[in-house]
């Protein structure tokens, strides 16, 4: 039997009927149609699913949205500005940190969670913080270089048409 | 019966939960992941003790660190007091998972999950902790040794939770380091695990732990490796002598991260490590902890 609850997703209030044995990943995609976040293994083994909690990275895919009620839940979604992506993601494009752009939403989380509790990372603090994100294309330097420029806060806007972020769910509660 | 979650914000609400039957969840790391390998169905009652207030202290003394059973891995990392007295447990707590899991993950969770490749379980063992376990009725305090069964069983009843885990402080001259065996530094557990807490004074070894992890159905100290260790200089001969005697003790099983053989062959080479290392650190020699401490928001100290 589903249970009414709340989940407060980048800054935007849904409420929601809930399995209390659904996965919070499972919630976001399915139920409010925010389909940034990945399944990759769906075991907490690759990050794909990565999203933050009051700023903490998690597993989405192996937590369960219940506990999540009550919480601040950010997903690659919350990232971007409505007219441009943010500093961050800039720096992935630059840098050639996306290929397939599978594992970039989880990247993108993680370093985000690494860049707050640690905003001059080194090299290796970079490797170790996104060392529970997979990538299969790129082979890492381009994604490690892309957090250090995130860092070094230099990254400038691209240029052409601006990204529309694809952030608006299907039944928008807020 | 359809399933219920209910998220309890006084110990006394959690208690009540788990005596009427009720399974806990605190960081969540493990049980989704453990349902989803079929090691246990998710239970149908769960409530969430994540919020219960108080339960995230971290408080350490001249008597020692009592660790509520809410602290993260990344507490445990972030703080200088355990990096420099408890560096084992610092060592465990800095490769847990991964930065989610550590963010997370929470020590009383480990504990209760009573894995036999828990990495921050030998430090445990090592530095004495004892468990306080909660219920309505009463708590007790027992040790860890008295706490695990065999592999993910404990002696706790169902409607007990661990509150807190408590380590007495450390001797001067103390040093100690956990390593591991394994073929990936995140989201990895242990092929097999040493830990080694040594205690030196005038150059010798006055006092010694050694435990074995992911080698035997529980974690558990080897103290005839112990024995081989006190009273020795310490050098190169007598390591060898207590890690072999570390690995004798092993009676590993073969699954997907290792056969029996293969790790029965790599407890030597992790207990050498882990000597040496505590060893080391004991003489006031720097072995770094794996993980940079700066990712949990940790300044030098």
Redo the contacts between chains.
């Keep these: ?1 589903k ?1 009414a609850a709340t989940l407060m997703v980048n800054g935007t209030s849904y409420p929601v009927e809930l ?3 659904v ?1 919070l990943l499972r919630a976001v995609r399915d139920e409010l149609g925010l389909t940034g976040s990945k399944e990759g293994c ?4 690759c ?1 794909a699913c ?1 999203m933050l ?1 009051d700023g ?4 989405s ?4 949205a ?2 999540a ?2 919480r601040e839940v950010t997903t690659v979604e919350g990232l971007a500005g409505d007219e441009e992506v943010g500093p961050l993601q800039r720096a992935f494009l630059q840098q050639f940190g996306v290929q397939c752009g599978f594992c970039t939403p989880g990247m993108l989380i ?1 370093a985000t ?2 860049l707050r ?2 905003p001059a ?2 090299d ?2 970079i490797r ?2 996104l ?3 997979l990538c299969r294309c790129t082979g890492y330097d381009g994604i490690v270089k892309a957090v250090q420029q995130a860092a070094s806060g230099d990254v400038p806007p691209m240029r052409g048409a601006p990204v529309h972020a694809d952030a608006t769910p299907p039944h928008h509660a807020g | 019966m359809s399933p219920s979650f209910t998220s309890a914000s006084t110990l006394d609400d959690a208690l009540a939960a788990v005596a009427s039957g009720a399974r806990p969840v605190a960081g969540g790391t493990d049980l989704v992941v453990g349902a989803r390998q079929g090691k246990a169905p998710l239970p149908n009652d769960i409530v969430a003790i994540d919020r219960v207030e108080g339960l995230r202290a971290l408080e350490i003394s001249d008597a020692g660190l009592r660790l509520g059973t809410l602290v993260t891995h990344g507490d445990i990392v972030a703080n200088a007091d355990i990096r420099n007295r408890f560096t084992a447990l610092a060592d465990a707590s800095a490769i847990v998972g991964s930065h989610a899991t550590r963010a997370q993950g929470t020590i009383g969770g480990n504990v209760m999950n009573a894995s036999p490749a828990m990495d921050t379980g030998g430090p445990l063992l090592c530095f004495d902790a004892t468990v306080t376990l909660r219920s309505a009725k009463g708590e007790r305090t027992i040790g860890l040794d008295a706490l695990w069964t065999g592999p993910g069983k404990t002696s706790a009843a169902p409607d007990e939770l661990l509150v807190s885990v408590d380590l007495p402080a450390p001797g001067e001259g103390t040093g100690s380091c956990y390593v591991r065996l394994e073929y990936r530094r995140q989201m990895e557990i242990a092929v097999v695990g040493a830990t080694a807490v040594v205690v030196l004074g005038d150059g010798n070894v006055a006092d010694a732990r050694i435990a074995i992890t992911a080698l035997t159905p529980t974690i558990r100290r080897v103290p005839a490796a112990e024995k081989t260790l006190v009273g020795t200089a310490a050098d190169a001969d007598a390591v060898k002598a207590a890690a072999r005697a570390t690995a004798a003790a092993a009676t590993p099983i073969s699954d997907v991260r290792g056969s029996a053989e293969y790790r029965r062959a790599m407890a030597e080479v992790m207990a050498t490590r882990a000597i040496a290392a505590a060893l080391t650190r004991a003489r006031g020699g720097s072995v770094p902890i794996p993980a940079s401490p700066a990712m949990y928001g940790a300044k030098e100290s």
């Design positions: 039997m249970v399995d209390p044995h996965s769906d075991d907490s083994e990050g990565m909690l903490e990275p998690v597993n895919c192996s937590y369960l219940m506990q009620v009550g993680s969670a690494l509790s640690n990372p080194s290796e603090e170790i913080g060392s529970g994100n």
